[in-house]
């Protein structure tokens, strides 16, 4: 996609603005994602010189956002390549995250201001995910509501803010989009929780079996927990480094008690309502974006 | 001052509206500082529904920089009580930095668009300033010029912000105020800088001739560098441990070769030129504001 190039370009001029040597440095170390919430916003309101910004700026949230996060879970490895934090240190990816939120709030205020309300929103939402993701891990947590409410706002928010300021810089209907958006940013993050247990370190770029170690309680983990026989067993696995003997039984556990494929169910329930609420938009991309995402190994 | 009560009021009712019990407890463990911000913004504002909002953005901005910079900083106490990463750990800061971050700027996109735009901007200024501090840290920094861009970006350019927001909100001649809030945040690091010196730990809240140590070369000692005869003496105690003769030493140089004095004098010229430029305006409160600013202790 030509126009995900456009994207990194603005990011860029809009970095090259803040006219600071280390930043312009640091942009080129960060590796580049799937960028979803770009193609999201492109495939809603179409390539324009707004629309690629808006693009930018929530790139350069997202970025920030990782960027802090990595600091918080102490990850050395982002997508495969080492973290800004395992590079520099965790100062740097402090700063440097500050320079790419402030910068994105900075460009957003050129927005219209319901743009820039829903996206800054978002953030506050977002930023509040990451505290309530920390918490959640001090304790094996058992609540559905908790968990859903935590990746809400950590995960779906941006992505719901950003296929809902698509439609409101297109004069779409922002509520269809709005839940759209949600929904994939849901699905998004409950696969990604699935890809934790089903897939090796090296397609995903960081360490396998690695969320339950960290304390995460994800949602296969949750429907685990509720199913299984040996509670004690599955309880005493917690936020302890896993032997081979221990990461084996778990993943069987996940498959005989139907707690991943039923995890893969509940992502998939979220994609179909997701497409339902826009199948009078014309938009064939979005039962494609939402496809992929859920059909996507890292 | 009532005044700033209702700021701090404001502040919780923001946090409130953040709907997250640990916010709220966090909020209530940050140290009130002395709120520059906000009595320069309602001494030209005055007190309306808007200045007291656009007070509380600002000190929510002014308290995530904080929070941050304690982080990368690793400082233990804040304003002589225990910082929040020292209470809690690093995470806590980020995530709470972030959190009001987010919704400051959440808020701002309720105001003015230039207001808006001011103070975001003024915010990443104020991000790359925090870069360009920790980076001068590395080497014996001797440039004049990098030192007044980094304490311009760092620490005036809210302040400058904050001045020029208030008079936009009144419809005042923005230019004259942005000069007296750039001036009063350039003034108000250098006394900063120059209290590290002159006063003892217990005064200031925090270790006493610290900057040093940390590999800051603040006004004081740039002149000082620039005018010793022992370059090698002071060169070699440069982010050391100082011990009482090394301390006593560098005190006695920077009372005979003026090095204090005249950074003293620089800071009170940029306060005297700033009055001058809002002499006409009629608002006494600037240069009382400005006087108790460099006339203070702590």
């Known amino acids: 996609m030509k126009e995900l190039e456009q994207v990194r370009e603005q990011i860029k001029i809009f970095v090259e603005d803040c006219d600071d040597a280390k930043s312009l440095e640091l942009l080129d170390l960060l590796a580049t994602g799937k960028m979803l919430r770009s193609k999201l916003i492109l495939k809603i309101a179409g390539i324009s010189e707004i629309s690629i910004k808006l693009c930018s700026i929530v790139e350069m949230i997202h970025a ?27 100062k740097t990816s402090i700063m440097f995250g500050d320079i790419l939120y402030s910068k994105a709030f900075t460009e957003l205020t050129n927005m219209p201001k319901e743009v820039a309300y829903t996206v800054s929103n978002a953030v506050t939402l977002l930023s509040i995910g990451e505290m309530l993701d920390v918490d959640l891990t001090e304790k094996f947590n058992t609540s559905y509501d908790k968990y859903m409410d935590m990746i809400y706002k950590k995960t779906a928010s941006l992505i719901e803010a950003s296929a809902k300021a698509a439609a409101l810089l297109s004069s779409l209907d922002e509520k269809k989009y709005s839940l759209y958006g949600k929904n994939l940013g849901l699905a998004f993050q409950m696969i990604d929780d699935i890809l934790d247990i089903t897939q090796d370190s090296e397609t995903l770029g960081k360490p396998a079996m690695f969320d339950f170690v960290e304390g995460k309680v994800t949602i296969p983990y949750l429907l685990l927990h509720e199913r299984i026989e040996d509670k004690n067993r599955l309880e005493s696995l917690y936020k302890k480094p896993l032997n081979e003997e221990d990461s084996t039984w778990i993943k069987e556990q996940m498959i005989s008690t139907n707690a991943l494929q039923d995890s893969i169910l509940k992502a998939k329930n979220l994609g179909l309502e997701a497409i339902n609420v826009v199948k009078d938009e014309n938009n064939d991309s979005l039962v494609q974006i939402m496809t992929s995402m859920i059909e996507r190994e890292f």
Chains 1, 2 share one sequence.
């Open 64 to 90: 920030a956002s990782l960027l802090h996060d990595d600091v918080i879970d102490e990850a050395l490895t982002r997508r495969g390549k080492a973290s800004i934090n395992a590079i520099f240190d965790n």
